[in-house]
């Protein structure tokens, strides 16, 4: 087999939808897999729906997944320009060579005369479609003779350039992922190659880019299957080798009925695209899974078992490890259903992974965001005291913002079942032990031994006291262990909580 080269190649036409990612990363991963050049090419040929940053989004999301093109638009490569806006010429040679072969023709039916026609078959109950059984009795150069197409051309009237699709065939298709396919010729029609404006349709600059620029494997979403027998057939008109295909099945809304969109999102509160988008024309902000606090290894892991799986049923893997054991073979045609519970799973994995040094940058900002002071020394324990129950490091300051504010009140319910008779004599015990010691005796193991001693010696209930401190501390029965809670609070801030929980009196 000839080198593997595939490509990813949006349009920008907006923000990167999650689907998109998952294409992207299932071509960088075969190409990996293979020893292959993964290629970015932007397809921007409709620019009536070009959207200003979209192409700068693209490139910036793929760089945050850490999905990186060694071939492409912002990556250079001997096979460009990979625009295809900067591509026009290109495509206008091949559509006049296929119009030579007599395999395409000139088409100069206007809007009106094509409303027209499709009015009338509706009236009849038919659909119309520009294709092998009509083409001849409508406004083109295989209906007009050689001397009236000239003199449209020479007089400068409007026109397309058609596909002539052959008629009675069956074609064999075969698929990757999907299998054989049998497509009969007359139930496709003459899709446009070359616009009026100059510019060619997705289907033409597709099948040149892709001959040009020497990709093996076609890689792409499903919604691109009712294509294919269209493409294949260019590849044949031109007398090109086709690449083989493989068409990945859609990404699915959580209720697992329908394709997954904006509003699927919005309703379940995920994200769908990577990083923030802002669309200008509407005025609104969407936000992006880098944004809402993924890491973009779990985001990644968990889009790669969306759809395929591994035969050893392991869960967790790196991006070399994926690519080391991604099979096309194995991935589904079903659709995958969007788990938002799964990839809440997958980012605490990721979580629990890293380092507290590795995830205090990201902690510290969030302190910034709600004006909070950052002390590297004592949100590292704070991290490590929380990370292992939570999926973001935003749980982690959510959990732990007692480490942070103060309480000014009291859970009520744990009040009434902790205090009682003996709570000012423990809340005084508590004071005078702390107030003994040395700020360099805030540690867990002295602490600890501290306070079971002191509560024996004085004689006073284990439990009682114990929660009577947490809640003195914390203003409700939750943290880590309580020695662990006075060290990363320190002397100082201790001796002051339970002061103001003596003058609240632990009841509000």
Same mark, same amino acid.
């Given at each position: 087999m000839s080198k593997v080269r595939v490509r990813f190649a949006p349009s920008p036409t907006g923000a990167l939808h999650i689907g998109g990612v998952r294409t992207a990363l299932y071509n960088y991963l075969f190409a990996?897999?293979?020893?292959?050049?993964?290629?970015?090419?932007? @397809?921007?040929?409709? %620019?009536? *729906?070009?959207?200003?940053?979209?192409?700068?989004?693209?490139?910036?999301?793929?760089a945050w997944c850490g999905i990186s093109p060694n071939e492409g638009q912002g990556f250079g490569g001997e096979f460009?320009?990979?625009?295809?806006? $900067? *591509?026009?010429?290109?495509?206008?040679?091949?559509?006049?060579e296929l119009v030579e072969k007599k395999q395409a023709y000139y088409a100069f039916d206007t809007p009106g005369e094509l409303d027209?026609?499709?009015?009338?078959?509706?009236?009849?109950? @038919?659909?119309?479609?520009? /294709?092998? !059984?009509?083409? $001849?009795?409508?406004?083109?150069?295989?209906?007009?003779?050689? @001397?009236?197409? %000239? @003199?449209?051309?020479?007089?400068?009237?409007?026109?397309?350039?058609?596909?002539?699709?052959?008629?009675?065939? +069956? !074609?064999? !298709?075969q698929d990757i992922i999907r299998g054989n396919i049998n497509i009969e010729s007359n139930t496709l029609d003459d899709k446009i190659l070359f616009k009026s404006?100059?510019?060619? +349709?997705?289907? !033409?600059?597709?099948?040149?880019?892709?001959?040009?620029?020497?990709?093996?494997?076609?890689?792409?979403? $499903?919604e691109w299957l009712p294509s294919m027998a269209l493409h294949v057939l260019l590849y044949q008109a031109f007398g090109f080798q086709p690449p083989l295909f493989a068409h990945l099945p859609l990404l699915l809304k959580p209720e697992g009925k329908g394709k997954l969109s904006k509003r699927d999102a919005d309703k379940h509160g995920f994200p769908i695209f990577p990083l923030n988008w802002e669309d200008k024309t509407e005025g609104t902000l969407a936000q992006g899974f880098r944004e809402a606090g993924y890491f973009p290894e779990a985001l990644l892991n968990f889009l790669a078992l969306l759809s395929w799986s591994d035969p050893s049923g392991e869960e967790i893997f790196s991006l070399d490890e994926l690519a080391q054991r991604f099979e096309l073979e194995n991935v589904s045609k079903s659709g995958a259903r969007f788990n938002v519970e799964k990839i809440h799973w997958y980012n605490g994995q990721y979580l629990q992974k890293k380092s507290s040094q590795e995830i205090l940058p990201i902690f510290e900002n969030l302190l910034r965001e709600k004006?909070?002071?950052?002390?590297?020394?004592?949100?590292?324990?704070?991290?490590?005291?929380?990370? $292992?129950?939570?999926?973001?490091?935003?749980?982690?300051?959510?959990?732990?913002m007692y480490f942070y504010q103060s309480p000014k009140t009291f859970?009520?319910?744990?009040? %009434?079942?902790?205090?009682?008779?003996?709570?000012?004599?423990?809340?005084?015990?508590?004071?005078?032990?702390?107030?003994?010691?040395?700020?360099? %005796?805030?540690t867990f193991e002295i602490l600890s031994e501290k306070i079971k001693q002191g509560i024996t010696d004085n004689q006073l209930?284990? /439990?009682?006291?114990?929660?009577?401190?947490?809640? /003195?501390?914390?203003?409700?029965?939750? /943290?880590?262990?309580?020695?662990?809670i006075l060290e990363i609070l320190g002397k100082e801030e201790s001796i002051s909580r339970l002061i103001f929980a003596k003058q609240y009196n632990l009841e509000g």
């Open positions: 990996k897999k293979h020893g292959g050049d993964f290629l970015l090419r932007i @397809e921007d040929t409709d %620019q009536t *729906r070009y959207v200003e940053g979209a192409e700068k989004y693209i490139l910036d999301a793929l460009g320009p990979y625009k295809q806006s $900067e *591509r026009k010429e290109i495509y206008k040679k091949y559509a006049l027209s026609t499709r009015k009338n078959h509706e009236q009849s109950g @038919e659909t119309f479609t520009y /294709g092998p !059984l009509n083409r $001849e009795t409508l406004n083109n150069s295989l209906s007009l003779s050689p @001397e009236e197409v %000239q @003199e449209k051309l020479t007089a400068g009237i409007p026109y397309v350039i058609r596909f002539k699709i052959p008629k009675d065939k +069956t !074609l064999h !298709l404006d100059g510019m060619p +349709t997705y289907h !033409l600059a597709n099948v040149v880019d892709d001959y040009l620029m020497q990709i093996t494997h076609v890689i792409r979403g $499903e004006n909070i002071t950052s002390n590297p020394s004592k949100d590292l324990k704070v991290i490590e005291s929380l990370k $292992e129950r939570a999926s973001f490091v935003s749980d982690i300051l959510e959990e732990g859970d009520t319910k744990a009040a %009434q079942k902790v205090l009682g008779e003996k709570t000012p004599e423990i809340v005084q015990f508590y004071l005078e032990l702390f107030a003994s010691l040395q700020e360099s %005796q805030f209930p284990m /439990g009682p006291s114990m929660q009577t401190l947490r809640l /003195g501390l914390v203003g409700k029965m939750a /943290g880590p262990d309580v020695a662990l």
